[in-house]
Each structure stands twice: as structure tokens, then as C-alpha cells.
């Protein structure tokens, strides 16, 4: 799927698209509750109430030939993850990209919304039993408060994402560490979301008087347009991922930005609109 703002062209290709088994995540989004938000269906929802969710790269590419990818999914290979379904995989991601038009030479920007490790995944590959580098032209961009907050509070599981998946970018001296509001080139800029981690961020495109807005995540799934009070159980502070829901979404609502979804399944984009005390995305295809 692809997105044209002004001169900017936005690709998404997917690594993985499921449906249902999402409560772990959201588990307020009941069947019952899911259904109760009737505009979720065909594209965020089943009829019977299961969520959809994707995990997806977003490739921008700007007029000049930049070529940012937003978010690098899950990877190949990874082991120690929560979810065991995630460790070991074996999926194409390189294969298709490349076939979408932008090969892994091609990209020259990697820039992660924050470091979970469906964000970060694919930063990284093995190779001869090493992790190296899987886009070697690119620099890669951490918010500097993500990246210093995971340094040191990383354990457990986020301790492997972090050695597997970001640790051999700082040795192979790709990494660049960015505030919450970094400019990376005239159309794209970093836009502070914190909440789901301390220095979650969020991307803003502008370009011929146009505007798109890529979640990171904010919002997991739509749902949470509906019912901004529902935070995931992956929220380092969830008050203020439900606050920053608000601010944002009050922000797009009846504006004509573009809403890209980080997580969001099918058509993975719309604009928001006021429902009620609350908010909905309008897609539009």
C-alpha cells in the first residue's frame, strides 16, 4: 500500500498481519466492547468482535531521493522474545521490500519510533553467527531519551532486543542520537508522543501543503480513537499514553493530516473526526 503527500511518497510493506489473540495487548478490547465500535469493520475488526493488527515498515521518500524507513518490525532469527511466535522467524521482509521498490542498499535512514522489539527487529541480521547491520548505508536515528532510558532500565527480555538489535548499530558507528523533535530533512520531523515508552516518538510528513501524521504507537489499533482510556498492557506509563492519545487525536480531529497507523491492519490510514467525547478514523479507501 502506498500513500502520495505532496511530493512524498509513503510505502508500507508487511511483516506480519493477525487477527484475534490481541487481548494480551489490549485486554479491555473484549469481543463485546470490540463490537460496540461498529465502524471498525471490514478493515480493524472481524464481525465477531477480534481485533486485526499488523506490523508493518513504513518506507518515506522524499523528493530529494531520501529514503527513511520508519520502524523495522520484527527480524529474522531473534530469540529470548515474550511472544514465542516471534523468536526464530524465518519470514521475507528483505525479499520484499526489495520487490516494493527499495532494497536494503537503498535505504539511507532508519529511524525507530522507540525501542520495543517489533520496532527494531529487522535493524539487525545474522550473519556467520553475528549481528550486523542490516541496512549498511544507513544511519540509524534513537531518540535520545528512548535510547538512554533502555541503556540502563533494560532487562529481561528487552535486554536481548536491545544487544541483538540495537547495541551492534552503536558498535558499527551507524547510530545518531536525536531529541523528541528532530528535523530529519525539509518534509520530515519528529513529534513527541511519550507514554507507551519515556521518549516515544511520532513522525510528521508536510510537503506542497499536505500533511500525514505516522502513529508509532500511540494508538495500537483504532479502537483506541474510540476508547482513547485504553491503554496496552506494553505502556511504560499508561496514564500518560491515554493523556497524549487525547492531546494528539484533538489535535487531528476535522484536520484533513493523514493518519498512518503503525499497527493498523488493511488500509492502515484515514483521518480523524470527533465522535461523540471521543474520536474515529475516516478511512478513505
Known amino acids: 500500500m502506498r500513500w502520495t503527500i505532496g511530493k512524498v511518497r509513503v510505502t508500507k510493506v508487511v511483516e506480519l498481519e493477525m487477527a484475534g489473540g490481541s487481548r494480551f495487548l489490549l485486554p479491555q478490547a473484549t469481543p463485546e466492547a470490540v463490537r460496540e465500535i461498529d465502524w471498525l469493520v471490514p478493515h480493524f475488526a472481524t464481525a465477531e468482535g477480534k481485533l486485526v493488527l499488523s506490523i508493518h515498515a513504513l518506507i518515506i521518500e522524499t523528493p530529494r531521493g531520501r529514503r527513511i524507513m520508519v520502524d523495522t518490525c520484527l527480524g529474522n532469527d531473534k530469540q529470548g522474545r515474550k511472544i514465542p511466535h516471534w523468536n526464530r522467524r524465518q519470514g521475507t521482509f528483505l525479499a520484499d521490500i526489495a520487490a516494493a521498490g527499495y532494497p536494503a542498499e537503498s535505504i539511507d535512514t532508519v529511524l525507530c519510533t522507540h525501542l520495543h522489539t517489533d520496532h527494531v527487529g529487522w535493524n539487525t541480521m545474522l550473519r556467520d553467527g553475528s549481528w550486523v547491520p542490516t541496512f549498511p548505508r544507513a544511519r540509524y536515528l534513537f531518540g535520545r531519551q528512548e535510547f538512554e532510558h533502555w541503556s540502563r532500565a533494560a532487562d529481561g527480555a528487552q535486554r536481548a532486543v536491545f544487544d541483538d538489535s540495537v547495541q551492534p548499530i552503536v558498535a558499527a558507528g551507524l547510530h545518531e542520537l536525536v531529541e523528541h523533535d528532530h528535523q530529519l530533512c525539509e518534509e520530515v520531523r519528529l513529534a513527541p508522543s511519550f507514554g507507551h515508552t519515556p521518549g516515544h516518538v511520532s513522525v510528521r510528513i508536510a510537503s506542497e501543503g499536505q500533511e500525514a501524521f505516522i502513529t508509532g504507537d500511540m494508538a495500537h489499533h483504532p479502537c483506541q480513537f474510540a476508547r482513547p482510556h485504553w491503554s496496552t498492557t506494553a505502556d511504560s506509563d499508561p496514564a500518560a499514553a491515554a493523556a497524549t492519545r487525547r492531546r494528539i487525536l484533538g489535535e487531528l480531529a476535522g484536520t484533513e493530516v493523514?493518519?498512518?497507523?503503525?499497527?493498523?491492519?488493511?488500509?492502515?490510514?484515514?483521518?480523524?473526526?470527533?465522535?461523540?467525547?471521543a474520536y474515529?478514523?475516516?478511512?478513505?479507501w
Open 258 to 277: 493523514l493518519v498512518i497507523g503503525t499497527h493498523f491492519a488493511g488500509v492502515s490510514a484515514g483521518r480523524v473526526a470527533r465522535n461523540g467525547d
Open 280 to 284: 474515529r478514523l475516516l478511512t478513505c
